[in-house]
């Protein structure tokens, strides 16, 4: 009987537990994936009891991805290069061993011919937190020249740029005002790592002004990591200016196949999973 699980806060738009339920459906695996709303003044209390109810392992988001890493035992490369983990294994010794499946599911959502387009270019990136810094790594992967940060906070964002220029010294990082961000025409790539435009975080609202996405050169690319709704108001004004559009469902879905094999040894299948989360958002 496996148990995992999601914690994050605020969860009411997840569909983590739609995704893996319908996994460990089609591979008949006795289970179940369940939703816990946890604060940050719970982590603690919620780590123990995940711990000591025989979870199997369990997914963090928004806005513990960082915070996790105090309660790590160990961590594959990916969770060590990016300072924070979205995936935890619980060893049979009740050990934490995390993993950053954030990575790997957002450089597999972007299209190969993209992935070629991005070599030596610059990419500016919304916000600041545990999902951009998954981005960041994969572009960094990628082959980019330059990323751009936009943050509300630089100071607190400071600390996360300084930390990736130590681990990617090829690539430039700058940091800047979002309040500045007025001229996108150096980059090939615009992403969204910010839950603006999210079901219940400013749904309708797009990050930045329309004024502003049309300074993007016509071959870039626009990238949301939201995926709830499906097409955020800031890819439809992407798509409506002619810019190509990579929609948050595809790294959401590569992210939790990657992490329920890790759980289960199980090869997982990203389409049964995509399947089971387009059906849920037609609702």
């Known amino acids: 009987m496996y148990k995992f699980a999601v914690i994050g806060h605020p969860?009411?738009?997840?569909?983590?537990?739609?995704?893996?339920?319908a996994m460990l459906k089609d591979l008949g695996l006795e289970g179940n994936y369940e939703t816990l709303d946890t604060e940050?003044?719970?982590?603690?209390?919620?780590?123990?009891?995940?711990?000591?109810r025989d979870y199997a392992g369990f997914n963090i988001t928004i806005p513990h991805k960082v915070a996790i890493t105090l309660f790590l035992d160990e961590f594959d490369k990916s969770a060590d290069i990016a300072g924070c983990a979205n995936t935890v294994k619980i060893m049979s010794d009740k050990t934490l061993y995390g993993y950053n499946t954030d990575i790997y599911g957002f450089k597999a959502a972007?299209?190969?011919?993209?992935?070629?387009?991005?070599q030596g270019k610059n990419v500016s990136i919304l916000g600041t937190g545990g999902a951009s810094r998954?981005?960041?790594?994969?572009?960094?992967?990628?082959?980019?020249?330059k990323i751009d940060f936009y943050a509300r906070n630089i100071i607190n964002a400071s600390n996360m740029v300084n930390f990736l220029r130590n681990k990617f010294v090829n690539t430039?990082?700058?940091?800047?005002?979002?309040?500045?961000?007025?001229?996108?025409?150096?980059?090939?790539?615009?992403?969204?790592?910010?839950?603006?435009?999210?079901?219940?975080?400013?749904m309708g609202t797009s990050p930045i002004d329309e004024q502003v996405l049309k300074t993007l050169p016509q071959d870039a690319v626009v990238y949301d990591i939201v995926y709830n709704p499906l097409k955020t108001e800031l890819?439809?004004?992407?798509?409506?200016?002619?810019?190509?559009?990579?929609?948050?469902?595809?790294?959401?879905?590569?992210?939790?196949?990657?992490?329920?094999?890790?759980?289960?040894?199980?090869?997982?299948k990203p389409e049964v999973m995509k399947i089971a989360v387009l059906e849920a958002l037609a609702e």
């Open 235 to 268: 890819l439809k004004l992407a798509q409506n200016n002619g810019y190509k559009a990579i929609t948050g469902l595809d790294m959401f879905v590569h992210q939790g196949a990657k992490a329920f094999e890790i759980w289960t040894g199980k090869k997982a």
């Open 40 to 52: 940050s003044e719970d982590l603690v209390d919620r780590v123990k009891y995940l711990k000591s």
């Open 110 to 118: 972007i299209p190969q011919d993209i992935q070629k387009q991005l």
């Open 134 to 145: 998954a981005a960041a790594i994969a572009l960094c992967e990628c082959g980019v020249k």
């Open 172 to 202: 430039a990082f700058d940091l800047k005002q979002m309040q500045s961000l007025r001229d996108l025409s150096d980059s090939i790539m615009l992403v969204n790592s910010t839950p603006i435009g999210m079901r219940g975080k400013a």
């Open 11 to 21: 969860l009411s738009q997840s569909l983590s537990a739609v995704m893996h339920n």
